[in-house]
């Protein structure tokens, strides 16, 4: 069993700043990336950041200068500072971990089950 737990997120003014932690545990071998992704009503998701073990990092053009990802490799966690947000960062963020799990090494992705992010103007 893997969990993929978030925090985070809530509702804040435009300028302002949030912070999103993704905590992945379970019967995990090792770690590819983790990254964020959002889906706001009536668009398809989309990936806003992403990160691989050795801290290659990988942003969606509308977030570049303003979100940071980051990565523990001891606590399988994966922190979104965002900063400036605007309304259209509005929307559900979700965490994926891509990894590789079981006695076999099966590589996986697994979701997160989103968290809201609100960006009043």
């Known amino acids: 069993q893997v969990e993929v737990v978030e925090s985070g997120g809530g509702f804040v003014q435009a300028g302002e700043s949030a912070k999103l932690s993704c905590l992945v545990s379970?019967?995990?071998?090792?770690?590819?990336?983790m990254g964020w992704y959002r889906q706001a009503p009536g668009n398809e998701r989309e990936l806003v950041a992403s990160i691989n073990t050795v801290g290659r990092t990988n942003y969606a053009d509308s977030v570049k200068g303003r979100f940071t990802i980051s990565m523990d490799n001891v606590k399988n966690s994966v922190l979104l500072q965002m900063t400036s947000l605007k309304p259209d960062d509005t929307a559900v963020y979700y965490c994926?971990?891509?990894?590789?799990?079981?006695?076999?090494?099966?590589?996986?992705?697994?979701w997160g089950q989103g968290t809201q992010v609100t960006v009043a103007s």
């Open positions: 994926k971990a891509d990894l590789l799990v079981g006695g076999w090494g099966i590589r996986r992705d697994y």
């Open positions: 379970g019967n995990i071998l090792s770690i590819n990336t």
